[in-house]
């Protein structure tokens, strides 16, 4: 059988790819991440928009440009949109979400619930609570710049759990919801990267005992399992209950869905599980993008300068930005989009399952492979974007001064057709407001040591530009 799906010669042949060794196949390059990289330069190397990897027997299928993206994942839906990859790691933790979900009653049922309370008409859903949780950040930021990271953290974290549970901003952001969610955050990555465990490829490795040296995994998923257990069963009593110690709840995702939906315990547990899907894939993904923000600014100290003269001519130094400025400050956006692009945070997307053959330019894609959006090469591809590895937001300004609607918007970093990220209005304004924010009361600069010497700051990711 194995022979005869191989080396069937009136099939297609399979796309290109690195050699591989027996039985494991090419698992040797999902261990060295980082792996966009990897996929990047086989692109280059077999001169093939899609690359063929074996992973002990399971196929794995990396789109590495725009227009394989689009033709697969958005013009033929009934193929790709439809399921996730039954990874191990992944189904144990996330499987009442539908990020992980495959297409079908519940996810659609969980998506339509997100997508009729935050969608591009209704900003004022969440825009309010940005406003008033980047304000606070301000706040913070100036009385110390310490703890950058954690007060970017407090301030992403405090965004979701007020729009979706309704908690008051500032009461939430020194809650013991905004741990957990740093605990369920990390889990949430790490099991979405492809490679990050090889109990997803091989099932039999979950049966070793957690204490046999590189069976950690299993430890590892029981802390995420608890974390997401606590975070979403508290967040829930809480708000059922609508009364926290200390806590003030308004009008908000959850409080409204119960009102439109009624308390049948079945739709109880759709919308907890809606509410804890938007925590989980939205908080890490707007804290990373506002630590590059920082990183940027310190070492292109010319694109802050410029951003900062728009600001003070567009508000001027008597107010604060507010939503109704954005369309008049082009620079904050380029600056916006070119971070999404230059380090994009899911740079391997969320995989995808196909579930038929299919062929892609004479190369098959067999049943069940795991498909893969390179968005990472995508950014920077020479086809879509001039001197791709530098970060320029002029790239997106025209030179009368506007914003240039030709250059390829980095919304391809949200992904693509059915599965595209419901999130990505939300996170557009957040991450908005807070750069608009803070460009408009505050410099950045590298820090300096006891000697008054320049501390450069490194530029280096770890493992995945998910992470810190
Ligand atoms: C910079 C910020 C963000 C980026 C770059 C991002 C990126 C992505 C990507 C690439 C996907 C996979 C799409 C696909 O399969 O084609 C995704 C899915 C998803 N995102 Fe986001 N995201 C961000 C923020 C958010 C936020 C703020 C939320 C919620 C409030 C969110 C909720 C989701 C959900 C629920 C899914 C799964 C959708 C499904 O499978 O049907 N994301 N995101």
């Known amino acids: 059988v194995y022979l005869f799906r191989h080396y069937n010669k009136n099939q297609n042949p399979l796309p290109p790819g690195p050699w591989s060794l027996p039985w494991i196949g090419n698992i040797r390059y999902l261990i060295s991440r980082p792996d966009w990289i990897t996929y990047t330069v086989w692109y280059r190397k077999y001169e093939s928009d899609i690359v063929h990897l074996n992973v002990a027997g399971n196929s794995l299928i990396i789109l590495n440009t725009l227009e394989a993206a689009t033709e697969l994942l958005e013009r033929r839906p009934g193929i790709y949109s439809i399921d996730r990859p039954k990874l191990r790691m992944l189904n144990d ?5 539908f990020i992980s ?55 992403a974290g405090s965004i979701i759990l007020s729009v979706v549970y309704g908690f008051d901003v500032s009461a939430v952001q020194d ?14 990555v790490q099991t979405f990267l492809p490679g990050s465990f090889l109990v997803d490829y091989i099932p039999w490795l979950r049966y070793v005992p957690s204490w046999v040296p590189g069976a950690s995994f299993q430890r590892r998923a029981q802390v995420w399992k608890e974390h997401t257990q606590k975070l979403l069963n508290g967040l829930c009593e809480a708000m059922k209950n609508y009364t926290v110690s200390g806590m003030s709840l308004e009008s908000c995702f959850v409080s409204r869905c119960l009102r439109k939906l009624g308390s049948d315990p079945n739709e109880e547990q759709l919308i907890k599980h809606t509410a804890g899907s938007m925590y989980i894939a939205g908080t890490d993904t707007t804290v ?55 380090q994009p945070v899911a740079p391997t997307g969320l995989p995808r399952l196909s579930s038929k053959e299919d062929v892609y330019n004479g190369y098959r894609i067999s049943e069940g492979s795991i498909v893969i959006a390179n968005i990472w090469a995508m950014m920077h591809d020479e086809k879509n974007f001039v001197d791709p590895y530098t970060f320029c937001p ?35 304004s957040a991450i908005w407001i807070a750069i608009a924010s803070i460009l408009s009361v505050f410099d950045i600069s590298k820090a300096v040591d006891g000697n008054g010497k320049i501390i450069e700051p490194s530029m280096e990711y770890i493992t995945t530009s998910l992470q810190k």
Request: aromatic share 12%; with cysteine; proline share 4%.
């Open 394 to 428: 002029d790239r997106y300004i025209r030179a009368d001064g506007h914003f240039n609607d030709d250059v390829l918007k980095s919304t391809v970093g949200f992904g693509f057709g059915r599965r595209i990220c419901p999130g990505r209005h939300m996170a557009l």
């Open 101 to 155: 979900m495959p297409y079908g009653a519940e996810w659609k049922a969980q998506r339509n619930l997100f997508i009729n309370m935050f969608n591009a008409n209704n900003p004022d859903q969440h825009e309010p609570r940005e406003l008033k949780s980047t304000r606070l950040f301000l706040l913070r930021l100036h009385r110390s710049s310490e703890n950058l990271d954690q007060l970017i953290l407090k301030m």
């Open 288 to 342: 990373t993008t506002l630590r590059t923000f920082f990183l940027v600014m310190m070492k292109y100290p010319e694109y802050q300068i410029k951003a900062q003269r728009e600001l003070d001519h567009v508000v001027g130094s008597d107010r604060l930005p507010n939503f109704g400025d954005r369309d008049s400050l082009p620079y904050v956006q380029a600056i916006v989009y070119e971070i999404i692009r230059w």
């Open 93 to 97: 933790l996330w499987k009442w979400s």
């Open 175 to 188: 809650s013991v919801h905004i741990d957990h969610a740093e605990q369920v955050a990390e889990g949430f």
